[in-house]
């Protein structure tokens, strides 16, 4: 049984992902590159020779003879400037002797500027500043024809333009250059080192294809009875996984991925894969525990060789990602009517954003009860709208048969402008709900997550989650002496076979079987639903740890919520 988000994964036409991408290569066609068919255009000019480079100075020409300093762009060796897009394709300008050069291209997405020298070896790239450093040239104003750079100058590999088009001819607000930052973070680690292997020359241009992505679940908040949204500030990033694509003549069946220490990944041998014709894609196991992937580098081990791929600092993430807020219409029978969305980061700044400069497509999922819209490979799934277009901020469900009684979560996830994906939950809370649930169940969950791997609380699953909730070590109302009695005194719901899989991140899942074998049926078994049919729970040998609801799925006998008397007490 696969998570939620990672079954919508699977369901792309094309793997659409965060991406650290070694791009391949497009055919070139003339001098001016491989990006035909364009007829959206941009001609962008600069010169790279007259402005101020560390190379140029004398004193700095003397230090070379005394030791190796680090590496400065050196602007007589700057031959061509290329333009690349995230599908490897790019078109190029030489530069004359007098250091200007003019290159045209396709504007209707971002791209990533380099400096290239005779041996297509890489020389430097162009930043706009405040972490943008690709060009999101979509975004330029429709009457802008040309750009002119103006003088660039370089310290080291960072080449930065006289004239910065930013808030000029790319007119963003500052909401949106904030979003823009943390969009282009990792596609803009490429155009940094488009050489990945090391051996000299820019991969994409030997024909390589390789990339190392992220895939980022979110937790948006939660909805109400009635449907009413309540934010997450900052986003609350649950967890994320790494997928490493490999275009190759031969594939092997497995990877392994190692991260810097505190990654969660150490020779992690990927545990999903999907296969196309000419590219694998292979899934790291999900990581919770860091939710956010420290920077650094991170390497795959493929076939004989180790790939490696630095990932930039992801701190800013929970307050620049851009969340669609789900905004539910009923009709007067309670079922739902439609879904609107306004995006906003996940700072809580309510300014507008237009999401024609982050938005790339969106879709809407439903998980729930009852009858689903149609036929749908994730268990639970009751509607999927299919990707809709940026512009699009509602969806008038095709069936009007979903009560939103039977609701449990609402997925908004979306692919950016630069390949970035994520799926944003919104868990539904029930009119009997406790008050403050989500926040409460979240707190309980990192304080279970902190004792994963202790033992001490082997066949004491109850005294476990109690504390959980309770943020006590030792608990001081757990009311029931074993699990089983506790089912019989909280008001379960879903009680079907599958029914936990309606539950409420947070939940108290049942079963009447502690150990799976039929052992301990006088005690029972629970732990907490961490969604994405997964549970933490103090496991009958192994103590503290996260499994699979399946692994217990046919003792299963429904779902609580905590009662009060386990909230935290000072």
Known sequence: MKKPG??????????????????????????????GGATNIITIKGNILNGSHAKNLWYDRLLDKIHSPAYALDPNEVAKVMVF????????????EDGNFSITVDKSAPAGMIFVGAGDNFLGYLTLGDGIDTLPLNSIADDVSEIDLGILSSSGLIVEPSHNPLGNEIPLTPEEQKALAQCDDLFSSIVKNPDVDGNG????????????QILYYLNGGGLNGNLSPTVNEPANITGYRLAFDATDAYRPDNVDFTGPPGSGLLNST?????????????????IHSPSIP??????????????????????AAPSNIVLPVPIVTLNDDRTIQKVNWVYRLGSGATAALDPLTIISKIELQIDGSGSPCASYPQQGRIYNSGWLSATTTGHVLTCQTLNCDDITTIYMAYEDLYENHYV????????????????WASSAIEWAYSRIGEEEWKEWCLRFVACAFQQDENGHAIYWNSAWEAAQGLELY?????????????????????????LLHDY??????????????????????TDQVEILEQHYIGWAYPPEEWRATD
């Open 6 to 35: 990672t079954m919508f994964i699977k369901n792309l036409p094309s793997l659409c992902l965060v991406g650290l991408i070694a791009i391949g290569l497009m055919t070139i066609v003339g001098t001016g590159g491989g990006n």
């Open 85 to 96: 897009y995230q599908d490897g394709s790019h078109k190029f300008s030489k530069v004359t």
């Open 201 to 212: 020359i820019i991969d994409f241009l030997e024909g390589k294809f390789f990339g190392l």
């Open 270 to 286: 990927s545990n999903q894969s999907n296969i196309y014709t000419d590219r694998t894609t292979y899934f790291s196991p999900y």
């Open 294 to 315: 420290p920077a650094g580098q991170y390497t795959v081990d493929y076939k004989t060789s180790t790939l490696t791929f630095t990932l930039p600092d992801q701190s």
């Open 424 to 439: 944003i939950t919104w868990n539904i809370s029930q009119s009997d709900a406790p008050a403050n649930f989500n926040a």
């Open 494 to 518: 879903n009680q079907s076979y599958d029914g936990w899989l309606y539950a409420p991140r947070g939940a108290l899942i049942f079963f009447y079987d502690a150990d799976g074998q039929g």
């Open 524 to 545: 029972g078994h629970v732990g907490i639903y961490l969604g994405d049919e997964n549970m933490i729970h103090a496991h009958w040998d192994d103590g503290v740890k």
